[in-house]
């Protein structure tokens, strides 16, 4: 058969998901395969620009059907609360009837696929193979998604002693309990119904973990390393921002960023900015509005943007997250531990100080704090709650040369970017990983 094959993607309903998948197709579109990306309507325009190859990536639109409880016209979770994750599930599996019309349209060679559990059924039937590629990190996945896990507790064999929950982890779990549930069912049934499992992840940082899933699957695992986009040099940082940031001395700003999803209660997002503030350091924070608020300005403390005037700003809209963490001015980003903020700041000389709000982030997180001794975590009560001095005292401890801690973080974060960014390491893994897919097919 000829080598060269098309593929079918459909990932979760979420941009994290989707534009992960998209570099991959672009890697794949690259080496002369061609991808068919399933997506919901509306997000194709805010994803297209990620492709690199048109004429051999095509989008195909899916029609998302509305669920009560949903807000109108929901799409993607970037139009939901965290707490509605559930409902756009059933969103997902409503939309079998267009995908299964698509793949019997266009007969795909295989299909790559997250959460949609019932892909590999959808496929067998018309001898297609599928890829159950998973973005989030092996760490998670291995503690977690693996037969007879259960939420919370790692499963036997798990080979870490140091990435556990702890007493203080309760909020990050109990936020989202009945969409776990959910979740374990369904990459739980995909991986033991697909063809090959897939994770984008690293053997130097994940290795022990990606075994682990292999064994207790008894499947084999391919890693497609950490899916970087290119770097974009046809957009260069916004005037507004390399205005800022080029008026402070080199690694000297703080950079905070925590995600598309996570919206904080107004007390909590006032206890950030007073905390960013307590630094005494230049800052950039961009987060969503709190809750309650329409714009991040009408939430901010008393008296903080008087303060803060020249040194510090917050900002509610979307940055340039990349190109701000390579800016020489920015020398910690302070980041919820989503994958891709991980992998992105691995590759700078950015100091990291992690605020995980979810489960599999606090997992992510002690692995890269406790495990690699790449990062610094900002403490929490039981309730969940952290205070401005336990972010302050975080950001001060990696920010400060002389500290023991700050040394043993930037050294060990040094060694971790010198093996990511060697020659062709990135490269092997993707040619390998097409390697593998063709070898299957044949």
Known sequence: MDSKFHAFMFPWFAFGHMIPFLHLANKLAEKGHRVTFLLPKKAQKQVEHHNLFPDSIVFHPLTVPHVNGLPRGAETTSDISISEDNLLCEVLDLTRDQVEAAVRALRPDLIFFDFAHWIPEVAKELLIKTVSYIIVSATTIAHDQVPGGACGVPPPGYPSSKVRLGEN???AIAKLSIFYKRLYHQITTGFKRCDIIALRTCKDIEGKFCDYIAHQYQKKVLLTGPMLPEPDTSKPL???WSHFLSG???RSVVFCALGSQIVLEKDQFQELCLGMELTGLPFLLAVKPPKGSSTVQEGLPEGFE???KGRGVVWGGWV?????????SVGCFVNHCGPGAIWECLMTDCQMVLLPFLH??????????????????????KTGWFSKESLRDAVKSVMDKDSDLGKLVRSNHAKLKEILVSPGLLTGYVDSFVEALQEELI
């Open 306 to 308: 008087e303060r803060v």
């Open 360 to 381: 599999d982030q606090v997992l992510f997180t002690r692995l890269l704090t406790d495990e690699f001794e790449v990062s610094v975590e900002v403490l929490r009560e």
């Open 248 to 250: 402070f001395p080199p």
């Open 238 to 240: 916004e005037q507004r």
């Open 320 to 328: 340039q997250q990349p190109l701000i963490l390579s800016h020489p």
């Open 169 to 171: 982890d309760a909020h």
